[in-house]
């Protein structure tokens, strides 16, 4: 399962960032110290902690910018910018920890040459494996059973990132795919499928037929699952390569019968901690931000204008609650009480919730809503019920995202732009079903995490 969307490459490049920012302080204090390791430890004491702590901040940092995004494609000016935020990122971090624990303190100059030389070694290595990411080596080699309509999504996964796992080796024709589909490298299968994978050194087979009903060849794909060939259904290879569950190709026996989407006991209790200790300590930290907001907002409309407004939202299991916002368009922005999508350039946004809407500060209030248990920090974003009726008409599963609570940032928001069109809701829906089935704690910090790429380069904001 593709919790955080890692692939092997992705994981090469952490292991190696790691390890050359691991010793990055051994490097600044040899030049600090005279080439000497030993006097650098007798004045400052053991490295081998500055490097865990140097390496791990780092990491975090470098998350945060969406280094480690599979679906990562900043240019060289792009991977520049990052890395420098994300090295900055790291400092912050170091500072506190410095803060909480004197003891790990290294002395400003072997600091300033650390982050220097952290900075310019991840770039190397970054220049370095951007040669060799791409190599045969970190790919699975795949066979796709079928050559119809259900396949020919794979055959579409054009983008260097789709691809970045995995190597399609071929498709075999089978019985019941729609004819006239044309699908690159056609194989011809002359004996049995376990001898064509060993031919061909498959590691992977993706069940992609149209039509199942007597035709799907269970022994082979037996033999071929004894043999160490690993055997995955069309929904499951393309929900681990693209981070979504396509809609095109879903069938409900997938979601009644396949693991996930489900909330046990334990994640319940771990969850809702997370969301009260974070909720208050962002809180605490937001509270002068939220106060500015709020006179911003006075100063612009006058002293009697509403700065919360409460707007009626769907939550878990499709309940309805009152989500707190700082108000960002004028006061009359749906008199007419027809509910309308927001559109870029909207001219109901006030000047003050232009700049909160870019930011995101307009979402602060709703860490009252995660406190009081309506929200998440993380989940799908809540619709209006006016919306959600009209999607649910529409579009096929669009209520099943309602098997979680709505969060203030989600799996969705990390890939998409703000889309105001049902299009959009559509392609929203498919992150957030991947989100529903393999939620956990992990993948909760991840996001919020890269959420920081999110404001930072201020991706979606309208």
Same mark, same amino acid.
């Given at each position: 399962m593709r919790v955080l969307g890692l692939h092997p490459q992705i994981l090469v490049f952490a292991a190696l960032e790691a390890a050359v920012c691991f010793g990055a302080p051994y490097v600044a204090a040899g030049i600090r110290f005279d080439e000497s390791i030993?006097?650098?430890?007798?004045?400052?004491?053991?490295?081998?902690?500055?490097?865990?702590?140097?390496?791990?901040?780092?990491?975090?940092?470098?998350?945060?910018?969406?280094?480690?995004s599979a679906r990562q494609r900043a240019g060289a000016a792009g991977t520049l910018v990052r890395v420098g935020v994300g090295t900055f990122a790291a400092?912050?971090? =170091? @500072?506190?920890?410095?803060?909480?624990?004197? %003891?790990?303190?290294?002395?400003?100059?072997? *600091?300033?040459?650390?982050l220097a030389i952290g900075f310019c070694a991840c770039l190397f290595t970054r220049a370095l494996m951007s040669k060799i990411v791409d190599a045969e080596i970190f790919k699975r080699r795949v066979l796709v059973y079928g050559a119809g309509v259900r396949a020919a999504s794979i055959a579409r996964l054009r983008r260097r990132t789709d691809q970045r796992g995995f190597r399609i080796i071929g498709y075999i024709s089978s019985h019941g795919d729609a004819a006239g589909v044309a699908c690159d490298k056609p194989l011809m299968?002359?004996?049995?499928?376990?001898?064509?994978?060993?031919?061909?050194?498959?590691?992977? =087979? @993706?069940?992609?037929?149209?039509?199942?009903? %007597?035709?799907?060849?269970?022994?082979?794909? *037996?033999?071929?699952?004894?043999?160490?060939?690993?055997?995955?259904e069309l929904e499951s290879f393309l929900e681990r390569e693209t981070g979504k569950v396509r809609l095109d190709v879903?069938?409900?026996?997938?979601?009644?019968?396949?693991?996930?989407?489900?909330?046990?006991?334990?994640?319940k209790i771990t969850a809702r901690s997370f969301d009260v200790i974070a909720s208050l300590l962002l809180l605490m930290l937001a509270w002068p931000i939220m106060l500015i907001t709020a006179l911003a907002i006075k100063l612009e409309d006058g002293i009697r204008a509403p700065v919360v407004y409460r707007q009626t939202r769907v939550g878990l299991h499709g309940r309805h609650f009152g989500m707190l916002k700082f108000r960002s368009m004028r006061v009359d922005a749906e008199q007419d009480g027809q509910p309308r999508w927001c559109q870029k350039g909207d001219r109901r946004v006030t000047r003050v919730g232009a700049v909160a809407r870019i930011f995101r500060v307009d979402e602060l209030p709703q860490l009252l809503n995660v406190l009081l248990g309506d929200m998440r920090f993380v989940g799908p974003r809540p619709e209006r019920p006016e919306f959600v009726e009209s999607l649910s008409r529409k579009i096929p599963y669009y209520r099943e995202r309602h098997c979680v609570k709505p969060g203030i940032t989600g799996w969705a928001q990390l890939y998409l732009s703000y889309g105001a069109s049902e299009q959009a809701a559509l392609e929203k829906l498919e992150y957030d079903l991947y989100y529903a089935k393999n939620h956990c704690l992990l993948l909760d910090l991840s996001i919020l995490l890269q959420t920081a790429e999110v404001i930072v380069w201020r991706k979606g904001a309208q």
């Open positions: 030993a006097a650098a430890e007798a004045e400052i004491g053991p490295l081998w902690p500055r490097g865990v702590l140097f390496a791990s901040t780092m990491l975090l940092g470098l998350v945060s910018v969406g280094l480690y400092f912050v971090l =170091i @500072v506190i920890v410095y803060y909480l624990a004197p %003891g790990l303190h290294i002395g400003r100059g072997v *600091l300033g040459l650390t299968q002359t004996g049995s499928l376990l001898q064509l994978c060993r031919s061909l050194a498959v590691d992977e =087979i @993706v069940v992609a037929m149209d039509d199942r009903r %007597g035709g799907l060849p269970v022994k082979d794909l *037996l033999n071929c699952r004894m043999s160490n060939i690993r055997v995955i879903l069938n409900a026996s997938w979601m009644i019968f396949g693991s996930g989407f489900c909330c046990t006991g334990v994640r």
